[in-house]
Structures are given as C-alpha cells and as structure tokens.
C-alpha cells in the first residue's frame, strides 16, 4: 500500500528542486550565495541501511539460517524465521543484535553478522546531482566525501553547464544555499574549489546561456 503523505512529500520535493533548477537556470551566473565552507565536519558518521541495499546476514554454525537479502522498498527485510523485519534507517550492528533477539527464541544464544554488499544508503542522507551533470543522480554518503569525489561519480559537467553558477543546498541546515564553483574545479584544476560535502546535499547545477 503506498503511503499517501509519502507520495505528497516526494512530490513537493521534486517541485521544489524543478522550480530551483528553473530558476537559477534562468538567472545564470547572477544568483550571488555565500561560498561553501570548505570544511563540513562530520565525525564518526554511522552507516545506516538503506532501501535496495543488498545484505550478506551470517548466522554463526547455523549456515541454513543465513541469507543474502535485499531490503525491500519498505524498508523491511524477511530471513529463515524472522519476517518482516524493520532493517531501513539502522546500523548494521544494531540490526545483528536485533536478528539475535528474534533467533533466540528458536536457536540457543545466535550469533549474527550483518554485512552490507550494495550500498545506497538513507534517502534523507543520499547525495544529490541535478541538473547540467552527465549523470544527474543519487549517490550514498561517505565519510569525508567531497565535491570533487561527487562530480567525478556523477561525470562531470554537460557542454552546456553553469558550473560556476553552481549551488550547494545543505538540507542539515535547513535549506542553506551555498555557491560552488564546479566548472574552476573540474576544467581549470583550482582545488580550492573543493569542499566538502555533508549527508543530504542537493547540488544543482544550471545551465548556461552564454
């Protein structure tokens, strides 16, 4: 069953994001944002499972109990005697010594591993490329992740970039705007164009009409 208030929230995202891409793409260059801070401390920031990310599960001495598993669009995952298990939104620890708990009602004292082969990550979390990139899309947060790390997985800028007229929306702080200067770091090499990016950064990139 599909959550309405889910399909509405996703909705009003992407009018938001078009709507900005509209817009900046209109004014060019011209938008004028404080330049990104080239340091974006996130220490020790825990992995958390995602939808669609492949879990290797390992049950110590009881093989017929472990499994690879996808976690569901729902964010639940099912196993030999543990169904519909909450997975998304936890770190793999957290869920091995959920796993346990389950087990030991049939199985004396389980021990669980839980090991993640296909990241994608938190959605709230996942890096976003719109826009003017080769490859307008989502990529999972990594620690000390930065600008240039994103743009080389997302191909670099379209003939027809803005990349200077870049932005950099920080959802942790609610929506700030931020410039970029894609195009001083991926065509002339300036590296202190780089920053680093933060878990939820949207960048949009315009296109130019010069």
């Not at 049950?59 to 005697?81: C, H, Q, T, Y």
């Not at 010594?97 to 938190?122: C, D, H, M, W, Y």
């Not at 700030?176 to 780089?194: E, F």
Request: with cysteine; aromatic share 6%; net charge neutral.
């Amino acid at each position: 069953m599909i959550d309405s208030k889910s399909v509405t929230i996703q909705g009003a995202r992407a009018a938001f994001l078009g709507a900005l891409i509209i817009g900046l793409s209109a004014c060019g260059s011209m938008q004028h944002y404080p330049a990104a801070p080239a340091l974006a401390s996130t220490p020790d920031h825990p992995y958390r499972i995602g939808a669609l990310d492949t879990l290797n599960i390992v049950v110590w001495r009881n093989p017929e109990l472990s499994a690879i598993v996808s976690v569901r669009p729902d964010g639940r995952i099912s196993l030999p005697l543990v169904e519909d298990l909450v997975a998304a939104g936890r770190p793999p620890a957290e869920l091995s010594r959920e796993i346990e708990k389950s087990l030991a009602k049939f199985i004396r004292e389980p021990v669980v591993t839980v090991i993640v082969n296909n990241f994608q990550g938190v959605s709230t979390e996942q890096i976003r490329i719109v826009g003017e990139a080769s490859r307008p899309q989502s990529v999972p947060f990594r620690q000390n992740m930065t600008l240039l790390d994103v743009m080389i997985q997302s191909g670099g800028l379209t003939d027809f970039a803005d990349g200077n007229g870049a932005v950099l929306v920080r959802g942790s702080e609610q929506g700030k705007q931020y410039s970029v200067r894609l195009k001083d770091l991926l065509k002339r090499g300036d590296i202190s164009a780089n920053v680093e990016i933060k878990p939820g950064d949207i960048i949009i990139i315009p296109q130019s009409w010069f």
